[in-house]
């Protein structure tokens, strides 16, 4: 019985809107504010919460709210209010115009991991559908798009392949490149009492993190080595007869290529390259190969780098070695950042693929998203959201439609990306809240939030859950997947692309009907009514399904149904420190904030994480003679940015480390215009800098 | 798994093995009193109120922490248990400011508790300054009694961050935090789940607090 | 033990360096043990000691039952006085093992204290003009010891026998625990025996806080060397490795000879591979409850955890232990030198006799001997007492002369709800003020409440409440009830005893 204070008006049983753990939270309702967030006992949170799910949601109430649709006729106008059938009609009208004038290419479409299910499915529906491109993405491309591109190749399957609660089920946890406690805190609590309760945790990071201190074993790797470390982990469980041999046999291929790329990786080797110790790597390896069920996890410190595909490689190497997938306690586990990040690529938010991964390049995908959208489609990809953005300054790219999307506080190398947006023909920003990309808008169209509107989200280890309204959307704000339904209408109508009236729902229940009747083999029996009753998640075939935890418990999703072993060269880093850079820049998140901070800033959280503090260690504060609470400029080849030193060892020497969610201190400001080449996920996490003295103020560069 | 056959207030049930007598008695429909257990937090077999007899056992033992074994015969309500449970509820009632804890106030009128026997409170219990060092939570200790699942839910009950200690002794005791620090500078993530599992309203979302508060 | 110091040591180190803790000793001290500073501050907070100030001076009379008794109100009144003329802070301190030479002073700046017993009211009266009392007390005059006996002499500790041989003679001796739970010696032995653990433990049990008892005090003092002796016995027994010796942490000379006995018994080669350590004790009663002193080694608040798992199962760092109580360990030894026969043809059991006895003392008599001989052996004059209390603070006032033929063996008093408890008799002759005496008993137990049951920090307050109102209702017995039933552990549950027994059997004692 909760103590409370207040009779509610009304208790709304929903989802929270912050990472991708996907908690499950009672909303306590009075006078439309939400007073109280309670932990719904039972997965995947079990009673538990974070401070942004449970303290986070001021957003909601915020002034910037955006409440009523907004125009700019023309370039150099102000924005001004209009009705939605008049922002509707001006954007499908200048949309039209750019994708008649200059293609469908010419335009693009950015879907939000924020957003629901059904939702995502609409957007990459009117990019597709409406359009006729298959330039839709979203922002996953900055976070997990290589840990995806390796995951598919390898397994046929990017998701986490066990659940959230099998995490005391593993005997040996390996962490790698994820502040846990801070950017999962769920799983974070999870993982701690796993290992205070006889779990061995391996934690792989540069920083000691609140995991790294709770761990077994800590290898403290230097930024970008994990290919390396995890290679030569591989390869000495293999010179030393420690692998499932029985495993690799049966279920893998590729394994001698492999063998052959680690050859030169020896524990020294890694040593010198990833600067743990040869004794901790042997010690690693030892563990890890020798567990009953192991579980590795891993976040934005293996994947932001322009080898992001290589280090996600070197991980499932480890884990196919050694026979650790199929079976509980055990699996290849990428934490997701954003609430719906899953079921944004799941509905095909993603430049190359239909809903449930179909390749666009097929030819049977095609024919049949043709059919059930009753319009011809594009044969080639459309271009990733980073290359697309590249493309802009050369003519090629427009218009873009924006959803729940930032690019100015979240892409890299921004000043390059402010360009861009200046260079535009159209933009259409639609969000709930005012952002940094708001003043390049054309039109505005205000959205509800996730306490304002129904639908599903699909959080880290692919369950469906129902979201549901605990408020009215203030002001005019409408859900977004209404707005993208009359979008849909509007375009479809314009550019004669299928039918105009396939394009009303009732609501998003019918839009999810749609979805499972175009993706039965994945999500045919997650209905709305089963998921008021049931905890489900895919892939769930029929009515009678519980839904799968476990993933390639006997194949993989390949063609031959063995997974693919690859090799994952190590490769030195971009841009490397030198005399004039001496210090390497590490961004990520810290636990009060959330990505660009539009949400999290905006709420109770500002209160205590108010301003931007980059973490350098007590030795290069002393060799470069800042110190705690100082105010400094931190600056790369790219910009500089001013922000306050935090003194202390969580950093290593050498490193400094600073959170991107201060769009007046953006250090996307300083990151590299690099990325990797198979997933083109940007390089996040290394940058030469140096830190210089703030006396002399000279301005933004 | 093994069935334990065992009676409980004469109903012939199957608890599995493992299962503690709580358990096997809810699933029973036999309701045993319980103030501080809590299943995520592992809080358990402080309040005692879950006292039950055993044929044949010494002492009674907490039925929260007690395992049901086969052979068991357990009564949960004996003329004894009841009245310890009175009294119980009635110094509690005394030394603490129960008005949003709705669990402890129906507890109260089963047990038909008159706190007002007992004469005066004698602790400072219910002068206790309400706290107010973080901008998410309240905590007022005057509501509190001491279950410690706020504590054991920060340890190693759910969130392994150890930010609050347990101080004093005897009544004098209370939650408070390692070296009086506000909750912040204690190493406190402010996850709530303090709050959560709080059956007192002693830790309140400020949120709740004041728009309570702007009611009045 | 786990491969890092224990916290109480590190806190004890700063406080010696430095007359006080500051927050910064706790984080070190919390740093180095590997504890969270909030575990560390709990610890901080629970014990006493922890909370001194060098330089801060107070005069502490000590609250025993015999000086409740007799002049309480007196010696109050003028230590007052003392106080204000002085400017120091005035307040009690509970029994500190010295009912034989009751009253007593202790004269503490911060965490070091001087005592000084026993004491006059010109005593205090001096104080006030700063003049300390004469009579500094270092240790238990080792005369105390009033009779001859085997734990008297300083026996040279015998050979182990084997495993098997000392349980059994155990068993066939019918040893018992002597801390007052008399739970037999053998099956603790075997218990933690048959465990598989490599690591295991022995902790002798010599935190003797309750008050009317001395006789631990007076062997650790006077014959340390044979509670070792039996203590390396019981590890060798169960496959111990390692033993640890927990003594009352205000007992100082007590600690400083444990030591100087464990030293020399390591210098013999007696202890083998045996890892021994004496270790200074919370200085609270609870801390002798065994559960709750294996947290306070574990660096923990000394609160009584659950049961099951029992410390033989899992004990201090969850290993087996095996916890017994200093004599109990003493006896141990002596079954060993004298073989089970003779020692059961003894039956050895110390007692501590004081209040209105001639020779208040330790005295070792035989198991099953009559009440009026054992305090006879003291010099009490019978026909002048009106009651005694049994036990201890956790136990019962007997009527005389209705009880003087009570055998004093472990059962028998047990048919009529009383115990014998770790062996103090406490003589009252007619005209003491036994509402006095137990207000000191409830107020002993409302302060070494630890907070973690309900029923015991709640009820013990009451219970002390209703003493000093001198209450007699119905409603009593509901109280008596809900600690007795509900209470965790031996604390709460004993704490209504004495104030029970009074109102049962001295209907005439006036309110």
Request: with cysteine; net charge neutral.
């Amino acid at each position: 019985m909760i103590p409370l204070r207040l009779e509610p008006d009304r208790v709304v049983s929903t989802v929270c809107p912050y990472c991708g753990v996907g908690c499950r939270v009672d909303l306590y309702v009075k006078d439309e504010k939400i007073y109280r967030v309670m932990a719904r006992e039972g997965p995947p949170n079990y009673g538990a919460l974070c401070v942004k799910g449970r303290f986070g949601l001021g957003f909601l109430g915020h002034r910037e709210r955006l409440k009523q649709p907004l125009i700019r006729r023309r370039k150099g106008a102000q924005l001004e209010p209009v009705s939605w059938d008049e922002a509707l009609d001006f954007a499908a009208g200048r949309l039209s115009k750019i994708a008649r004038e200059h293609g469908p290419d010419a335009l693009y479409f950015v879907s939000s991991a924020k957003a629901s299910n059904e939702e995502n499915y609409l957007m990459q529906k009117l990019a597709r559908a409406a359009v006729g491109t298959h330039n839709v993405d979203h922002c996953a491309r900055l976070c997990h798009s290589s840990s995806t591109a390796a995951l598919s190749r390898s397994l046929g399957g990017a998701a986490m392949s066990n659940t959230i609660e099998e995490v005391g089920l593993a005997d040996v946890i390996l962490v790698v490149g994820s502040n846990t406690v801070e950017t999962h805190p769920v799983i974070g609590a999870m993982i701690k009492k796993a290992a205070a309760n006889g779990s061995f945790l391996i934690v792989a990071d540069p920083r000691r993190t609140g995991l790294a201190e709770a761990a077994q074993l800590w290898l403290r790797l230097k930024p970008g080595s994990d290919a390396v470390l995890f290679g030569a982990m591989a390869r000495h469980l293999v010179v030393s007869g420690r692998f499932d041999h029985p495993f690799v046999q049966k279920r893998v291929s590729g394994f001698r290529e492999w063998l052959a790329s680690v050859d030169g990786y020896t524990l020294d080797f890694a040593e010198r390259g990833s600067g743990v110790p040869a004794a901790k790597i042997r010690q690693a390896a030892e563990r890890y190969g020798a567990a009953r069920a192991a579980a590795i996890y891993w976040a934005m410190g293996v994947t932001q780098h322009s080898h992001g595909t290589e280090n996600v490689q070197s991980l499932i190497n480890l884990a196919l070695l050694t026979g650790q997938l199929g079976k509980p306690g055990s699996g290849l586990n990428p934490l997701r950042g954003q609430n719906n990040v899953q079921g944004a690529g799941d509905m095909g938010a993603l430049p190359d693929v239909y809903p449930g991964y179909q390749k666009v390049s097929e030819r049977r995908a095609r024919k049949r998203w043709a059919a059930l959208w009753h319009t011809r489609l594009p044969e080639g990809s459309g271009k990733t959201m980073t290359e697309a953005f590249e493309s802009v300054e050369r003519g090629a790219l427009r218009g873009v439609y924006l959803m729940g999307e930032d690019p100015v506080t979240s892409e890299p190398y921004q000043d390059h990306v402010r360009r861009i947006l200046d260079k535009l023909d159209f933009l259409v920003v639609q969000d709930i809240l005012k952002n940094e990309t708001f003043p390049y808008a054309d039109v505005v169209l205000p959205a509800a939030s996730f306490a304002e509107k129904h639908g599903t989200f699909t959080n880290s280890d692919r369950r469906v859950q129902r979201i549901r309204p605990a408020l009215r959307p203030p002001g005019n704000a409408k859900a977004d997947w209404w707005i993208l339904s009359e979008m849909g209408r509007r375009l479809s109508a314009r550019l004669e692309r299928g039918r105009p009236q396939s394009w009303r729902y009732s609501g998003p229940e019918e839009v999810w009907r749609e979805v499972r009747r175009a993706l039965p083999e994945m999500l045919g029996g997650v209905s709305y009514d089963r998921l008021e009753r049931e905890d489900l998640r895919w892939p769930c075939p029929n009515e009678n399904s519980p839904g799968v935890s476990i993933l390639f418990t006997k194949g993989f999703a390949t063609a031959d149904g063995k997974a693919r072993m690859l090799p994952a060269p190590w490769k030195p880093p971009d841009e490397t420190p030198d005399d004039a850079y001496p210090l390497v820049l590490s961004t990520g998140r810290v636990l009060y904030h959330w990505h660009g901070g539009t949400l999290s800033r905006r709420s109770e959280l500002e209160r205590v994480y108010p301003e931007m503090k980059v973490e350098v260690h007590p030795a290069d504060a002393a060799r470069y003679g800042v110190k705690d609470g100082e105010s400094v400029w931190v600056a790369s080849r790219r910009g500089r940015i001013q922000a306050t030193v935090w003194v202390t060892d969580r950093t290593p020497e050498g490193v400094v480390f600073a959170p991107f969610h201060f769009a007046e201190q953006p250090a996307n400001k300083l990151t590299l215009n690099a990325y990797d080449p198979t997933s083109k996920i940007p390089t996040y996490k290394y940058a030469a800098i140096r830190l210089e003295p703030l006396a002399e103020p000279t301005g933004e560069s | 798994m093994s069935r334990e056959p065992l009676v409980i207030d004469g109903y012939l049930l199957q608890a599995s093995s493992g299962e503690t007598i709580l358990d096997a008695a809810r699933r029973a429909g036999v309701e045993i009193p319980t103030l501080c257990q809590h299943e995520r937090s592992g809080t358990k077999g402080l309040c005692r109120l879950c006292l039950v007899e055993v044929e044949g056992w010494r002492r009674p033992v907490p039925a929260c922490a007690t395992e049901a074994i086969a052979g068991m015969v357990v009564h949960t309500e004996s003329e004894g248990l009841k009245r310890l449970r009175r009294v119980l509820l009635e110094l509690l009632a005394l030394e603490t400011n129960l008005e949003h804890d709705k669990k402890a106030q129906g507890l109260l009128a089963r047990y038909r508790a008159r706190p007002e026997r007992w004469g005066a409170p004698l602790a400072d219990r219910r002068e206790r300054e309400p706290l107010q060092d973080n901008p998410f939570f309240a905590r007022e200790y005057d509501k509190c009694y001491n279950c410690r699942r706020c504590l054991d839910a920060c340890a190693e009950g759910i969130q392994g961050v150890w930010a609050y200690s347990f101080v004093g002794r005897g009544n004098k005791a209370l939650p408070a935090t390692p070296l009086d620090l506000p909750m912040a500078e204690a190493g406190c993530v402010f996850c709530g789940n303090c709050v959560q599992v709080c059956p007192t309203g002693a830790l309140a979302p400020l949120e709740e607090v004041l728009l309570a508060e702007g009611e009045r | 033990m786990p491969d890092r110091p224990l916290l109480l040591p590190l806190l004890d180190a700063a406080l010696e360096r430095r007359g006080r803790l500051e927050p910064a000793d706790v984080e070190s001290a919390a740093r180095e043990a590997r504890l969270p500073l909030a575990q560390a501050w709990e610890a901080v907070n629970f014990y006493p000691r922890y909370s001194e100030q060098k330089g801060k001076v107070r005069f502490l009379l000590v609250d025993d039952p015999v000086a409740r008794a007799r002049d309480w109100r007196e010696l109050n009144n003028e230590l007052e006085a003392a106080g204000r003329a002085s400017g120091h802070e005035v307040a009690t301190v509970f029994s500190q093992g010295l009912e034989a030479l009751s009253p007593a002073l202790v004269v503490a700046d911060g965490a070091d204290w001087r005592v000084f017993a026993p004491i006059r009211m010109a005593d205090l009266r001096a104080l006030a003009l700063g003049k300390l009392p004469p009579q500094e007390l270092q240790a238990l005059p080792e005369r105390l010891a009033g009779n001859q006996g085997w734990l008297f002499e300083d026996t040279e500790p015998p050979d182990f026998p084997g495993a098997a041989a000392l349980i059994e003679a155990a068993r066939s001796a019918d040893l018992r625990g002597l801390g007052g739970a008399f739970y037999p010696v053998w099956r603790k032995l075997a218990a933690v025996r048959v465990q598989p653990e490599k690591e295991k433990y022995v902790i002798v049990n010599g935190d003797e806080s309750e008050p009317g008892n001395f006789k631990d005090r007076w062997l650790m003092e006077h014959n340390p060397r044979l509670v070792w002796a039996g203590a390396a016995l019981a590890a060798r027994a169960v496959g111990a490795t390692e033993v640890f010796f927990y003594v009352r942490g205000e007992y100082t000379a007590a600690l400083a000879r444990v030591e100087a006995a464990r030293e020399e018994l390591e210098a013999s080669g007696y202890f083998e591979e045996l890892a021994t350590h004496t270790f200074r004790g919370g200085g609270l009663y609870i801390c002798g409850e065994e559960s709750a002193l294996l947290e306070s080694i574990e660096g923990r608040r000394a609160e009584p955890r659950l049961k099951p798992p029992y410390p033989a199962e899992a004990g201090l760092f969850g290993k087996p232990t095996l916890v017994n109580n200093a004599e109990a360990l003493a006896h141990l030894a002596l079954l060993a030198a004298h073989g089970a026969a003779a020692y059961k043809r003894r039956k050895p059991k110390l007692f501590s006799i004081s209040g209105d006895v001639e020779r208040p003392g330790v005295y070792e008599l035989s198991l099953g001997t009559p009440l009026k001989s054992a305090l006879e052996s003291a010099g009490a004059d019978t026909n002048r007492l009106a009651a005694v209390l049994l036990g201890g603070a956790a136990g019962t006032f007997l009527k005389i002369p209705d009880a003087l033929d009570l055998p004093l063996d472990l059962s028998t008093p047990q048919l009529s709800g009383d115990s014998l408890g770790p062996g103090a008799l406490v003589a009252f002759e007619r005209g003491r003020d036994l509402w006095s005496v137990v207000e000191g008993i409830t107020a002993f137990f409302a302060s070494e409440s630890c907070g973690k049951c309900f029923p015991c920090s709640l009820g013990a307050p009451h219970l002390h409440a209703a003493a000093l109102r001198r209450e007699r209702g119905p409603i009593l017995d509901e109280l008596f009830l809900t600690l007795e039933a509900g209470s965790l552990c031996g604390l709460g549950q004993a704490a209504p005893w004495a104030l029970r027994s009074l109102l049962q059997r001295f209907e005439e004692v006036g309110s």
